[in-house]
């Protein structure tokens, strides 16, 4: 039986909704089973044939992080190594999802997973610590390092830049940060595809959509779909900036592309190009 961890969060909501439409066997879990106590967490699966954990819970505040370093440590950091230990308990396999943000972004070209990790925020730092804590309690674990996620449900940068289409005659959006985005759907697909495979090649991978492209380039993209889809009805005038001209409390990576022909080569995983999977998502909304 598979174990959701994180079942409120956009990414959870995705893979939760996936295993509904597999009519999969699974229990799912949010915030009433905190992953900071690992006796709730032993206590909930004590009685569950649990075989595989999924964990989509973190604390995912990018900027908050810079001023509550010890609550994402405790929630990034403490909240997968208990999930490991409880894992091990059960004699469970994990799938655990990190971030593009453990790097610096200094590396010219797309991240490997044998790249090594240098986080330049509070939000990296401890979800690197978490890969690390779960490479220490657990063997038989999957951690998917993945990047710029968008979904139906929670705060995301397609939902934001459509929101402000409706609401701005101009966008200012950043030339200088590079990366992939990733359709959480696509992701949740990916996971599922490893739990299916059941194979031992256990540690770490990247995910994201293919293509590397910046954020300007990205906003674009989803303006011109908005206005295909008919989502806004408005002229709106995006404006390249840099980051210098666009300041947040958490330093971000300026290069955080992730390579994925590791995936694609363990679990035969097509990824889809970032165009494809982002025209899908906005043409699903019209219909929503
Ligand atoms: N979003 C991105 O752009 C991005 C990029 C790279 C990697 N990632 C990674 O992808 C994964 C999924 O991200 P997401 O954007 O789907 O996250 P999200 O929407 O912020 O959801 C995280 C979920 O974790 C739950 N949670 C927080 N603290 C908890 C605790 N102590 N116990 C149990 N549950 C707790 C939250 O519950 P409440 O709803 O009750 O607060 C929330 O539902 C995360 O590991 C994240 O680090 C995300």
């Given at each position: 039986?598979?174990?959701?961890?994180?079942?409120?969060?956009?990414?959870?909501?995705?893979?939760?909704?996936l295993l509904d439409r597999q009519k999969r066997d699974y229990i799912a879990t949010g915030a009433e089973v905190d992953i900071t106590d690992i006796k709730q967490?032993?206590?909930?699966?004590?009685?569950?044939?649990?075989?595989?954990?999924?964990?989509?819970?973190?604390?995912t505040a990018v900027d908050k992080a810079e001023d509550e370093p010890e609550e994402a440590f405790k929630i990034n950091a403490d909240g997968p190594s208990n999930i490991s230990k409880t894992a091990a308990y059960k004699n469970a396999r994990l799938i655990h999802i990190s971030t593009d943000y453990v790097f610096d972004g200094t590396k010219k070209g797309a991240y490997l997973e044998t790249?090594?990790?240098?986080?330049?925020?509070?939000?990296?730092?401890?979800?690197?610590?978490?890969?690390?804590y779960i490479a220490e309690n657990l063997k038989a674990h999957f951690i998917i390092r993945t990047?710029?996620?968008?979904?139906?449900?929670?705060?995301?940068?397609?939902?934001?830049?459509?929101?402000?289409?409706?609401?701005k005659p101009e966008v200012r959006v950043v030339t200088d940060q590079w990366g992939s985005p990733t359709c959480a759907s696509d992701?949740?697909?990916?996971?599922?595809r490893i739990i299916d495979l059941n194979?031992?090649?256990?540690?770490?991978?990247?995910f994201a959509n293919e293509g590397e492209i910046n954020w300007y380039q990205f906003a674009t993209e989803i303006y011109n779909l908005a206005r295909i889809e008919g989502l806004t009805g408005?002229?709106?005038?995006?404006?390249?900036?840099?980051?210098?001209?666009?300041p947040t409390k958490a330093k971000r990576p300026v290069n955080s592309?992730?390579?994925?022909?590791?995936?694609?080569?363990?679990?035969?995983?097509?990824?889809?190009?970032?165009?494809?999977?982002l025209a899908s998502f906005i043409s699903a909304l019209k219909i929503d």
């Open positions: 039986m598979i174990w959701l961890i994180g079942k409120r969060g956009m990414l959870g909501r995705e893979v939760e909704a967490l032993k206590e909930f699966a004590a009685d569950k044939p649990v075989s595989w954990i999924i964990n989509c819970a973190a604390y790249d090594l990790p240098n986080p330049i925020n509070i939000y990296g730092k401890s979800k690197l610590k978490g890969e690390q990047a710029w996620l968008y979904g139906k449900n929670g705060n995301n940068f397609v939902l934001t830049m459509l929101k402000q289409f409706r609401e992701l949740a697909e990916a996971i599922i194979s031992g090649t256990f540690g770490l991978y990247h408005r002229s709106v005038r995006l404006l390249p900036v840099t980051t210098d001209q666009y592309c992730l390579s994925k022909e590791k995936i694609s080569r363990d679990f035969n995983i097509k990824v889809k190009p970032w165009k494809e999977s």
